[in-house]
Each structure stands twice: as structure tokens, then as C-alpha cells.
């Protein structure tokens, strides 16, 4: 049935039942909580307005829940500034409820107040963790860490994720990010491996990697020439020969990234490290192609 029709005829029910007492009762509350459902939030709004007029002019308490319920039934409209007006009015009078919360920190995100966002989703993880949508909430959470820079926060977070949440590209970035700050390199080494298994272009694992195995090459050749050049014998240069090999064996990895990375939109910021790698592996014309393009 419609729920518009439900919503009539809850009205209708109400007025007659009023007909058969000597005094007129309208459940305002009620037509409100009917309107909502309805999906008539405008009515809903004008009911709960009703509802604490009624509850004021005849000295009765007005139940919390009904500033919250106004929240939501302007925040479902779009009209966000009133919403939180309400909202926080709920919260004067120790009212709160995850749908609520859900909704506030929204607005706090809309309006780019990050410690107000924290402030809503640290209260719904605190006291609706079983709710529904406890896993989105400890997400966001996990992204505004991100943010604030609350590594502390962030880890115990990640230990609290479930599997699905812990492969999910954004997630994984995020994690990522948090240990490249706390110089985890080994974390950051098999997070950039299992976001590549998400997304074989993710940029920032195709960097980290392209520039792990650059670095470690280039390193290792720098040290070995310079050993070799301080003493050039033939027992030198058999072992140059085979740092070599490792070298060439690195520079193989870091370039089989850097090619994924050369196809991206931004793929020319790489190509004094491609140039180099192609100097080393002794192929001057594809080095002077990539060099063309160092600005």
C-alpha cells in the first residue's frame, strides 16, 4: 500500500477515535513518526512542531527524540543548517541515536570541520558499535585519522577492520600512508603489493616499489664502482661483475613499475629515472628519448 494512503489513514483513525471521546486527543508524535516513514518529510517537520507546541502549552515534558526526528526530516529535505540546529538541541537535552549521528557527522564532513566530524563518529564508535552501520562509521574514522594524523588511532582502527574492509583500495591507501609516515618500510612494502593486487595501476604502490628497487640498485652500483675504482684488479672485477648482476637484476624490477607508471597520466615526472636506468644498462639511445623529457 502507499505509504502516503497509510499516512490518510492514520489521520483518519486518529480523528475518529477523537469523535467518540468527549475530548479531541491528536497524537502529534505519532502523525509524525507515520509522515516520516511516508517518506512526507515536510508534514513530519510540521507534526513535531505540533507535537512540542501541544507538550509546552499544556506543561508536559517534550520527549528529546523529537528535536532528533526534526533533525532528520530537514536533513532528509537537504536543508543541512537546520538539521544540525536540531541535532545539537537533541544533544542539549542527552538525546542521541546512531541514525543521528550518521547524519551529523555528515554535515561536519559537508562543512569541512574535520575535529567536529571526529568529535560525532568517536561518539556513535563509543556507543552504537553494534549498530548497522558500525563498520562505515569506524571506516570514515579510519580515513579521518588519515587527516589528523592520528597514527595511534589509525592502527588500533585497522585492528578492529574486517577482511572485506582491509582489501578495499581506499582502505588500503590509507594504511599505506600511515605507515610511509611511521617508516615501516616492510608494512609499506607488502601493503604496496597487496594494493597491486587490487588495482595493478595504483599509483602510489607503482612508485613506492619503482623507487625502492631504483634506490637499492643505483646504491648498490655506487658502492661497487667505488670499491672497484680504488683498486682495479682482476679479483676486483670479477666481484664488480657480480654486483652487476644484482644491479641489473634491480633495475629490471624497479623498471618493469616505472613503464606502468610512464603510461599514466603523470607518467613524465619518472623519466630521469628511466633515462638513468637505460644509462646503466648501456643503451644510450633509449636513455636520450626519456631525457628529453627532464625539465
Do not use: H, Q, R, S
Given at each position: 500500500m502507499n505509504k502516503r494512503i497509510i499516512f490518510a489513514l492514520a489521520i483518519a483513525t486518529l480523528f475518529l477515535a477523537s469523535c467518540t471521546t468527549p475530548k479531541q486527543i491528536i497524537h502529534h508524535d505519532q502523525l509524525a513518526i507515520t509522515a516520516s516513514q511516508a517518506g512526507d518529510f515536510q508534514q513530519a517537520i510540521n507534526e513535531w512542531n505540533n507535537y512540542i507546541q501541544t507538550q509546552?502549552?499544556?506543561?508536559?515534558?517534550?520527549?528529546?527524540?523529537?528535536?532528533?526526528?526534526?533533525?532528520?526530516?530537514?536533513?532528509?529535505?537537504?536543508?543541512?543548517?537546520?538539521?544540525?540546529?536540531?541535532?545539537?538541541?537533541?544533544r542539549n537535552k542527552n538525546y542521541g541515536d546512531p541514525e543521528m549521528y550518521i547524519m551529523l557527522s555528515e554535515r561536519y564532513q559537508m562543512i569541512d570541520n574535520l575535529s567536529k566530524e571526529i568529535t560525532a563518529l568517536e561518539y556513535y564508535r563509543e556507543h552504537y558499535h553494534k549498530a548497522k552501520d558500525s563498520s562505515l562509521v569506524r571506516n570514515r574514522l579510519f580515513e579521518t585519522s588519515l587527516e589528523s594524523e592520528n597514527w595511534e588511532q589509525a592502527e588500533s582502527l585497522w585492528a578492529e577492520m574486517d577482511s572485506l574492509s582491509k582489501k578495499q583500495e581506499k582502505n588500503l591507501q590509507i594504511y599505506f600512508q600511515m605507515n610511509e609516515k611511521l617508516d615501516k618500510k616492510d608494512i609499506c612494502d607488502q601493503t604496496a603489493g597487496d594494493l597491486l593486487m587490487v588495482n595493478e595501476n595504483n599509483k602510489l604502490a607503482l612508485d613506492w616499489l619503482a623507487k625502492k628497487y631504483y634506490k637499492r640498485a643505483e646504491d648498490r652500483y655506487q658502492k661497487a664502482m667505488k670499491t672497484y675504482n680504488r683498486k682495479k684488479t682482476n679479483k676486483t672485477y670479477k666481484v664488480l661483475l657480480k654486483e652487476l648482476d644484482v644491479v641489473t637484476a634491480d633495475f629490471k624490477k624497479s623498471l618493469k613499475y616505472f613503464d606502468v607508471l610512464w603510461k599514466l597520466d603523470d607518467g613524465k615526472k619518472y623519466a630521469k629515472y628511466l633515462a638513468n636506468i637505460y644509462v646503466r644498462f648501456g643503451d644510450k639511445k633509449k636513455s636520450q628519448y626519456y631525457k628529453q623529457f627532464i625539465h
Open positions: 509546552t502549552e499544556e506543561g508536559e515534558n517534550v520527549d528529546p527524540k523529537a528535536y532528533a526526528e526534526l533533525g532528520k526530516a530537514y536533513y532528509n529535505l537537504k536543508n543541512y543548517e537546520k538539521a544540525e540546529e536540531y541535532f545539537n538541541e537533541a
